[in-house]
């Protein structure tokens, strides 16, 4: 007579259920339809909140940016629901102020009374670009030492980045910058 097995119930692993974990933890506690809106990238009319310290998730102002930099990392906000864009790493974004005299002239017409924005993501690897060169004054990426000069354009000048950092298109109403227009590029390293 043959045996039968008894089927087991179907399990996870320690791995798989820690697998799961990551993916969803930056979704527990939020709406579905919140979690699907802080996903998507800057869209127009968004304002920028700072990303950590004692002003997290505050707006931030023109005149929080000291001018000529460093730079503040902030997460766009949709300022009708309140919902903060940090469902995506490459909706990390760089603010920083200068004298509009100082910008190119490319860059002077995408700013808001001096104030630029850009992506946070290096353009090689995908690391956040956090630092700031007070020397140069550029933002500097510690992975691999990419170097962009925010006044023209997040241009490369140094380091092994292929290209500039995307920029946003900025409004000001009230000392207040918000996202006029999208990406100039797409964010993040290039896809091999």
């Known amino acids: ?21 990551i993916a969803i933890a930056p979704f527990l506690g939020r709406p579905v339809a919140a979690a699907d809106e802080a996903g998507l990238p800057p869209q127009p009319g968004d304002r920028f909140t700072y990303v950590v310290g004692e002003k997290k998730n505050q707006l931030i102002k023109a005149s929080d940016l000291p001018l000529g930099g460093p730079q503040i990392q902030a997460y766009p906000i949709d300022i009708k629901t309140g919902v903060v864009r940090d469902g995506s790493r490459l909706n990390l974004l760089l603010l920083s102020r200068f004298d509009p005299s100082s910008l190119s002239e490319e860059t002077r017409a995408r700013s808001a009374q001096g104030v630029v924005a850009y992506s946070g993501v290096c353009t090689h690897q995908g690391c956040p670009v956090t630092m700031w060169s007070s020397s140069s004054k550029v933002f500097f990426c510690s992975c691999h030492g990419s170097t962009y000069d ?43």
């Open 1 to 21: 007579m043959p045996q039968c097995r008894q089927s087991r119930p179907w399990t996870i692993g320690r791995r798989g259920v820690v697998g799961i974990g």
């Open 150 to 192: 925010p006044k023209d354009g997040a241009e490369v000048t140094g380091g092994p980045a292929p290209r500039p950092l995307p920029s946003l298109a900025l409004a000001m109403k009230d000392d207040i910058p918000f996202v006029a227009e999208g990406f100039t590029a797409r964010v993040g390293p290039e896809k091999h």
